[in-house]
């Protein structure tokens, strides 16, 4: 069956400016991901994946991506996943698709996670199951062809390499730094997690730092790289590590089960204006709302919640952009269509809600991924749905959306 049947490809120019309304912004669908079968059943094989959850925009101007899955159904059925290239004018062009193998246990990765490019040029990423023992491999795909796994998670004995990676930031210093929630040397059950580091250079992996789930925390989480090269993130506190030197300091007053009366976790990290800015939810309640914290731990600040439970959120994909504001996909508000919204980062506020995504919308539902463009333009993804062609249903969709911000 040609490609054309599987991957609905619309580009189109949208006009706005600052001052337009958000009732008349609407965001155009550049690649639609379709699957067979019955689209009230949603079950079904999806020959260029489905589940669009990575987007990034490559030195080259185009745009990379992954699916979650390549087959839709049940749980033991929802496998496989893929990883894309779209250009800015809407070209589509499947790079990987993960397999099951002959044992059905995907020994090449199933599922994979956030992808991002090397200094090299290449895209490099994780999977979150797969691989030989099953706990998931860090791969290497070129932009144009090429596959290959450079390390499989929990090779090791006992997992003392990682296991269950989170995603790959590229430090300054040319390499690739991810986390674990699991595996390495600490005593936790399972392991405590680690910090790890990958050579584009030379395909080299290692553990440079492993979580003690005690003083240091555990199960890792939120990578942010520093303008200076060095990370911060979470591990039940917020932690710095200067990779340059090893060392590691988990940040006084930073323990986030502390914050609020039944306690609350991050929901990732961004350094702007000279600090550390993230979203925190309520643990078993829901909700969500901004926080800062210097640099050095001090002054940490939690803003009033922009949401509750009754009205939705857990944020997606984050960016601080052009108009010096943060915009949010949030993946369960607006009865689960998602939305995107503005925040102010001096307020908390919401300053702009876009509510654009539904079943039906020709962009799908929930939001996910989000980034944007040097032309001011949003680029994302939606998880589920889309408009394709008789006896397919939509599974997805990589969007682009002119919300009126200025280039950056």
């Not at 059950?189 to 030379?202: L, S």
Request: charged share 10%; with cysteine.
């Amino acid at each position: 069956m040609p490609q054309k049947v599987f991957i609905a490809l619309s580009v189109a120019l949208l006009l706005g400016s600052a001052a337009a309304h958000a009732a008349n912004i609407q965001p155009v669908a550049v690649a639609t991901f379709a699957c067979t079968g019955n689209k009230a059943q949603r079950v079904g094989p999806c020959p260029h994946g489905g589940e669009p959850g990575s987007l990034i925009q490559g030195s080259d101007g185009n745009f990379y991506g992954t699916t979650f899955v390549s087959s839709e159904g049940n749980q033991s059925q929802s496998n496989g996943g893929t990883v894309f290239s779209v250009t800015p004018s809407g070209q589509f062009t499947l790079l990987h698709t993960f397999l099951p193998g002959v044992k059905n246990n995907y020994p090449n990765g199933n599922n994979p996670g956030p992808i991002t490019e090397g200094s090299d040029g290449n895209l490099y990423g994780v999977t979150f199951n797969g691989g030989v023992p099953g706990h998931g491999v860090l791969y290497r795909v070129g932009r144009k062809s090429g596959f290959k796994v450079i390390h499989q998670f929990c090779s090791a004995r006992n997992c003392t390499d990682g296991s269950i990676a989170e995603g790959l930031v590229a430090g300054l210093d040319g390499n690739l730094y991810g986390l674990t929630i699991a595996g390495g040397t600490g005593n936790c059950f399972a392991g405590c997690g680690i910090i790890f580091r990958v050579v584009p250079a030379t395909g080299t992996y290692e553990v440079v730092f492993n979580f003690d789930g005690k003083a240091d925390g555990d199960r890792p989480g939120s990578l942010t790289l520093a303008p200076d090269g060095s990370f911060y993130g979470f591990s039940g506190s917020i932690f710095h590590y200067v990779p340059a030197t090893g060392d590691f300091q988990v940040l006084p007053g930073t323990m986030f089960p502390l914050f609020g009366d039944d306690g609350s976790v991050p929901r990732g990290m961004f350094i702007a204006n000279g600090k550390i800015f993230g979203l925190y939810t309520i643990y078993l309640i829901g909700g969500s709302g901004l926080f800062e914290v210097n640099l050095d731990g001090s002054n940490l600040h939690l803003f009033p919640e922009y949401n509750n439970n009754t009205t939705g959120g857990s944020p997606g994909g984050m960016l601080v952009a052009s108009d010096g504001n943060l915009w949010v996909a949030e993946q369960t508000a607006n009865n689960f269509n998602g939305d995107l919204i503005a925040l102010s980062l001096s307020t908390g506020t919401v300053l702009k809600t876009l509510n654009p995504f539904s079943i039906n919308a020709a962009v799908g539902a929930p939001p996910s991924a989000l980034l944007q463009v040097n032309d001011g333009t949003l680029w994302g993804t939606t998880t589920m749905f889309g408009k394709v062609p008789a006896g397919h249903f939509g599974d997805g969709v990589v969007y682009k959306l002119n919300a009126g911000l200025p280039p950056q």
